[in-house]
């Protein structure tokens, strides 16, 4: 799954299974969003290596939010490349304190697999900590040579999720959006659906054509589009 856009703007995934890996690249600088569970570390560290051989090319690691699924690795990555780290500012302490709770379940199964989660086995959750570089409170643009890129709030699987919008064309959306079922792109975990759906309608608000999320495939607008008139309908199949 690789993206070419203009001014030299490339994305690609780089790892997908539990969780996707994204790299943005431009020029000779790199952006990595998300690093996945830690059991795949060391497979992650390679690719990233393979791309990044010299000190500073990746200027960047934002994490979408701070589930285990998606930081696992965030300290592998920051303690290597020596990139900023950058979250939303609800997530920061959870980055500081290597553990962040399981989002509630938007459905009766879910819903009791968090509450277990949460009250049985958070502890293996945890990730190893590190210290965010920057804390994302408001829409914000990155400088150059990645200044076509926003870092966008977007709340609802997590208080503090962001998403990171390139040329307003695509975007990638972490839990904001799921790619993995067939009839439904919404999330079985989310600790404010309503924000969410509010998230859903700013991310459309952009001109992106493609939605990259953190587990599943590319989504388009028209879906999106449609799949928000359905939740707005009270349609659960979405």
Known sequence: MDYSLNDGYRVSRVLKGRSNVYLIERGEALILVDTGKSNVGKALIDLVADQADEAGKLKYLILTHTHFDHCGNAALIKNRFGCEVVVG????????????????????????????????????????????????????????????????????????????????????????????????????????????????????????????????????????VKCLKNQKAGNAAI
């Open 89 to 224: 500012d609800q997530e920061g302490l959870f980055l500081e304190q290597g553990e962040s709770p399981l989002p509630q379940g938007t459905n009766i199964m879910t819903y009791w697999l968090s509450h277990l989660g949460n009250s049985k086995f958070q502890t293996h959750f945890h990730f190893d900590a590190v210290q965010p570089d920057v804390q994302v409170t408001e829409t914000m643009q990155l400088e150059s040579p990645f200044d076509d890129i926003c870092l966008v709030p977007t709340p609802g699987h997590s208080m503090g999720s962001i998403s990171i919008v390139i040329k307003d064309e695509i975007a990638l959306v972490g839990d904001t959006l799921f790619g993995i079922f067939k009839h439904s792109i919404f999330p079985p975990y989310a600790d404010d659906v309503e924000a969410m759906i509010q998230s859903w309608e700013l991310l459309l608000d952009t001109n992106c054509h493609t939605f990259l999320p953190g587990h599943g495939s590319a989504i388009s607008r028209k879906r999106l």
